[in-house]
């Protein structure tokens, strides 16, 4: 069974504890926060301050997504915030191993992004030294997109490749989940699909892609 990690891209934030709470009773497998800069893509999301308030009020995994500019310099930060993984874009860092070796030291599991136009070659260097591998399955920035459906064969090749884990992000849904899982895929991000799903509750949407 694939994890689940809701993304609270698209949650209510007036309602954002109970929306945290609503994760835990579906048994969600940790919380996904993205971090945007609007540079690397053009909205500014949050910061470190997002992930200390989820901390404060839940024990699920913290997985941080960096889609900033220079992201060695905020890892620090989102650590000491109470980070449990953090998540970089190979095509925002010039030095992936080092950066991935601070990740590591600061206690984190360090992931590494792929974008849609990006080939999976270019991990090819790193992808024994990366704990977890993030195929992104729409063009980072927004919620709510389609999902792009060469990124099956991105999953593929790279479990060929031996990544240790394969989470995939944007346009994800009970129908795309199941071709994710079915590809090999072991951990799903979905945002808009959980959290503005006008059929299913949030913890009816979680355990519809957990059931998968």
């Keep these: 069974m694939a994890k689940v990690y809701p993304s609270i891209l698209s949650a209510d934030f007036g309602e954002l504890r109970a929306a945290i709470k609503a994760c835990e009773g579906a048994a969600?497998?940790?919380?996904?926060?993205?971090?945007?800069?609007?540079v690397f893509v053009p909205p500014i999301t949050f910061g470190e301050n997002m992930v200390?308030?989820?901390?404060e009020s839940s024990n699920l995994f913290i997985d941080v997504h960096l889609m900033v500019v220079n992201p060695e310099y905020k890892i620090k930060g989102f650590a000491k915030a109470g980070a449990d993984a953090i998540t970089v874009h190979i095509e925002?860092?010039?030095?992936?191993?080092?950066?991935?070796?601070?990740?590591?030291?600061?206690?984190?599991k360090a992931g590494v992004a792929l974008n849609p136009g990006t080939p999976v070659e270019h991990l090819k260097d790193v992808i024994s030294s990366a704990d977890y591998v993030l195929v992104m399955s729409v063009n980072p920035g927004w919620a709510g997109q389609k999902f792009i459906?060469?990124?099956?064969?991105?999953?593929?090749?790279?479990?060929?490749?031996?990544?240790k884990e394969i989470g995939v992000d944007g346009?994800?849904?009970?129908?795309t989940a199941k071709q994710c899982v079915d590809a090999g895929a072991d951990t799903l991000i979905s945002a808009s699909w959980i959290f503005n799903n006008k059929e299913l509750s949030i913890k009816e949407a979680i355990k519809e892609i957990k059931g998968i």
């Design 149 to 163: 459906p060469a990124s099956i064969g991105k999953i593929k090749e790279l479990k060929l490749m031996g990544a």
């Design 92 to 108: 925002a860092v010039v030095h992936i191993h080092r950066v991935i070796e601070e990740i590591k030291d600061v206690g984190c």
């Design 171 to 175: 346009g994800i849904t009970n129908k």
């Design 52 to 55: 200390e308030l989820i901390k």
């Design 28 to 38: 969600a497998d940790g919380i996904h926060i993205d971090v945007m800069d609007g």
